[in-house]
């Protein structure tokens, strides 16, 4: 920090003209983005959706529905125990298919602080 400010300071040494200490130059905050390489997902991130049990359902056949989704997915997503009683109406949550779990936001900009003499 202390060599930012250095060149903000006016030198005050013995020979100061006309007894006016020089005017300190101002710093200017310029805000420029890292470069970062973001890959393009193959496919669209999928997220979690539900689905309604209907008569007749059963958890295999609601994982036909929604390719890459076992019925043992769908039970660990909803806390099912053997014999995984379902009911018509219940909400389910299908979880998305693995390896298409949605991935993290990259950074955001840096900010960098670089003092530009005034001439």
Aim: glycine share 8%.
């Amino acid at each position: 920090m202390a060599v930012l400010l250095g060149g903000c300071i006016p030198f005050l040494g013995d020979d100061e003209q006309d007894g006016v200490s020089p005017t300190p130059s101002p710093t200017i905050t310029i805000i420029r983005p890292s470069p970062t390489a973001v890959a393009e997902p193959k496919a669209p991130p999928a997220s979690e959706s539900t689905y309604v049990v209907q008569s007749g359902d059963f958890l295999s056949t609601i994982a036909d529905k929604y390719p890459g989704v076992t019925w043992q997915d769908i039970a660990k997503a909803n806390n099912l125990q053997d014999p995984y009683p379902l009911s018509v109406g219940q909400e389910l949550i299908i979880p998305p298919p693995p390896g298409q779990e949605p991935t993290p936001t990259p950074a955001g900009p840096t900010v960098v602080q670089t003092p530009v003499p005034k001439n």
